[in-house]
T-cell receptor, first 114, second 112 residues
Framework: EAQVTQNPRYLITVTGKKLTVTCSQNMNHEYMSWYRQDPGLGLRQIYYSMNVEVTDKGDVPEGYKVSRKEKRNFPLILESPSPNQTSLYFC?????????????FGSGTRLTVV | KQEVTQIPAALSVPEGENLVLNCSFT??????LQWFRQDPGKGLTSLLLIQSSQREQTSGRLNASLDKSSGRSTLYIAASQPGDSATYLCAVMMNRDDKIIFGKGTRLHILP
């Protein structure tokens, strides 16, 4: 089944403890992206990647890091999480080499930083 | 800067009725527009994608239209069912290799 898989689904952590949220897609998509969703603010893009070893900042990159060493994986790293990073996070992927250029989203990771 | 607006923010409709959800955008030079559904606490499910050269797309009881010149898209849901209750988001992409910009969604509640 074609899908984007995020792990973990739920995570509670303490301020300052480094964490990684993994994202993997099995559709050979070139494009991958991370979003956070907050009440009243909607979905905002954190980082995106056009292909392997190519990443760029979205609208709210502060406090986050990403890497794209392999085409299928795009982990989101929080080096020193803070309570304002408590949010619902989504990973998405897409292909720009096919005509139906739509996004596929993961099921989300609900992160709480205390 | 592109802005995507969805009005109303919430809508309640009796079961069986046809309904229309609205999406407007400020910059008409879009590459495509996509409608998503999101159930509470869950991920986004793509419903329909309309390329900039298209006027509409259909999937089952759903029909999405696009009028680039006026900066508007509508999502038509026929014969609504309680299972259609969810938040519906529209998103536009400005260029082929660009990010997508989301509206804040319309929360739809179908009354049994």
């Amino acid at each position: 089944e074609a899908q984007v898989t995020q792990n973990p689904r739920y995570l509670i952590t303490v301020t300052g403890k480094k964490l990684t949220v993994t994202c993997s897609q099995n559709m050979n998509h070139e494009y991958m992206s991370w979003y956070r969703q907050d009440p009243g603010l909607g979905l905002r893009q954190i980082y995106y990647s056009m292909n392997v070893e190519v990443t760029d900042k979205g609208d709210v990159p502060e406090g986050y890091k990403v890497s794209r060493k392999e085409k299928r994986n795009f982990p989101l790293i929080l080096e020193s999480p803070s309570p304002n990073q408590t949010s619902l996070y989504f990973c998405a992927s897409s292909s720009y080499t096919v005509s139906n250029y739509g996004y596929t989203f993961g099921s989300g990771t609900r992160l709480t930083v205390v | 800067k592109q802005e995507v607006t969805q009005i109303p923010a919430a809508l309640s409709v009796p079961e069986g009725e046809n309904l229309v959800l609205n999406c407007s955008f400020t910059d008409s030079a879009i590459y495509n527009l996509q409608w998503f559904r999101q159930d509470p606490g869950k991920g986004l499910t793509s419903l329909l994608l309309i390329q900039s050269s298209q006027r509409e797309q259909t999937s089952g009881r759903l029909n999405a239209s696009l009028d680039k010149s006026s900066g508007r898209s509508t999502l038509y849901i026929a014969a609504s069912q309680p299972g259609d209750s969810a938040t519906y988001l529209c998103a536009v992409m400005m260029n082929r290799d660009d990010k997508i910009i989301f509206g804040k969604g319309t929360r739809l509640h179908i009354l049994p």
